[in-house]
């Protein structure tokens, strides 16, 4: 009996933590998440362009900032691409 009990409540407890992650999931990459996303690459873009237009740039600081510029560019793609499938399916 006891064993029951601990199962169902292990059961519904996790099957909360799943919802509850992916609603927060879902509403940080749709309007906060895209919004930071954009700012960050923006900073790394800009920061990247005046590193590289100094006389004393750096290889190896160049190369850090581009790998994490990569996957920002990849977020803020699948960001506008998620967006434009929104609206075109309300219309």
């Known amino acids: 009996m ?11 407890s996790s099957t909360t933590a799943v919802s509850s992650a992916i609603s927060i999931t879902t509403a940080l990459s749709v309007g906060i998440g895209g919004a930071l996303i954009a700012i960050l690459l923006i900073m790394l873009l800009s920061s990247r362009e005046l590193i590289g237009a100094s006389s004393k740039t750096s290889k190896k600081i160049l190369s850090s900032l581009d790998s994490a ?12 691409v998620f967006k434009v499938i929104e609206v075109t399916s309300g219309l």
């Open 2 to 12: 006891l064993t029951a009990i601990v199962t169902v409540t292990s059961t519904a």
């Open 69 to 80: 510029i990569a996957p920002l560019i990849v977020v803020f793609a699948l960001t506008v």
